[in-house]
């Protein structure tokens, strides 16, 4: 897996690619979330829309990352999950846990309110 990371308005994009499968991603995305709160920059958006597979680890690296964004006073929210990943979120009852959108846009504009 591998991200970008991109800055819209008040938010920062981390458009993923790949496989999510947790392990060393997991790690490398913490990191870039830390320095992300050290800029005080707390309003994630996470791009699923290039993801092809995603594990339990992978699912477990993004609640993580969740607790972290919300532990710091900010919030990440998940935009353009494919219908298998969203199928996913649906079994596991975590769309429940994430705000979820269908355009990095719509993610983007929510933290507006």
Aim: charged share 25%.
């Amino acid at each position: 897996m591998s991200f970008k990371v991109s800055e819209r308005y008040n938010s920062v994009v981390l458009e993923f690619k790949g496989n999510v499968m947790g392990g060393p991603d997991a790690v490398t995305l913490n990191e870039q979330l830390h320095e992300l709160i050290d800029q005080n920059k707390k309003n994630i958006v996470v791009d699923l829309g290039k993801v092809k597979f995603m594990n339990s680890s992978g699912l477990g690296m993004l609640i993580g990352a969740l607790t972290t964004m919300r532990n710091a006073g900010g919030d990440l929210r998940i935009a353009n999950a494919t219908d298998k990943i969203e199928s996913l979120l649906i079994i596991t009852k975590l769309i429940t846990v994430f705000q979820h959108f269908k355009s990095v846009d719509e993610a983007v504009e929510s933290f507006k309110e």
